[in-house]
Structures are given as structure tokens and as C-alpha cells.
């Protein structure tokens, strides 16, 4: 069955899309926090629909049935590759104990990643901003300095997709 999109306005949960990039100064920001506008419906139902999030060119090689998960792995994905994650984030330790600082863990990776919370809740944080994310919300990470943090009483599960990017200037 081919899915294509139709003139019918689905009537189907939006997603939440946060959009990072850089000002003009090269730190990064959140360009967009908004209910993703391109949803589709699918053979003209509106309880039927998908919603495309984002779009980037990738080569993938689905030929062969080996497990190409590398060992060690790595923060971020080789050039030319993507990798697919899904990261369980504790209770940031410094709700429960005021000694312990664990709230810093900034770090940027030459990759657009596809982060989409699964459970929980969990703060993306950017030099100029922090957006609290719920499960169903999605953020699109376009190499900007960022962290994650958890200032809730509960583990979040987040999914993340990242794919190799050009070097920023």
C-alpha cells in the first residue's frame, strides 16, 4: 500500500517539535517550540495520519543482517553514519542531595539528532534557553551545545536518533 498525503485534515495528536539552531553570535537557541504543522492524513481518514517531523539525506545499507552497533561506542555517530538510542536519564542527584552537582553535562556532537521523549520528563537546555519536554515531544538538535537534565523524581526514557552532519563553521 502506498501512503501518500491527501487533502484531508487528519484529526490526530500533535506533536510537539522543538527546532534548535544559532544566532548570529554562533550560540545556540531554540529556533521553534510548536505543535509540528506538516500532518498528513492517510487514504482520506482523519483518524488516520502521520505527522513527518524532519527530513535529511542519509545512505543506509540495509542489505545485511549484522549487528553494526560499534563496541565501545561512541557520543556521537562515525562520519557517513547514523545512530539510533534510547537513553534512560536517573533523577538528576542533586534533588535529593544539595552536595552533589551533576546538573552541567553540556556537550555538543556534529550530528542533527531526533530526540523524542518515551516517558518522564526531561529539561533540553542550550546555551540561550531550556525547554521542559513531555512524553511525545520532540526535539530537533542541529549540533548546538546542549545538555539534558531530569529535575523530576522519576527516570525519563528518551529515544534519539543522530545523524553524522556537516562541521559548523
Known sequence: MAITASKVKPNVAPIRRIVTGHDDAGRAVILSDEACPHVHSIKDRTDFGWTELWTTAVPADNSGPEDTVPNPPALQPAPGTLTFRVVEFPPDRHHKDPTVDDR????RTRSVDFAI???GEIWGVVDEGEVLMKPGDTMIQRGTNHDWQNRS????RVAFVLIDAQPLG
Not at 552541567?104 to 556537550?107: I, L, R
Not at 523524581?153 to 525519563?156: G, I, L, Q
Open 117 to 119: 521523549v518515551l516517558s
Open 153 to 156: 523524581d522519576e527516570p525519563a
Open 104 to 107: 552541567s553535562m553540556f556537550h
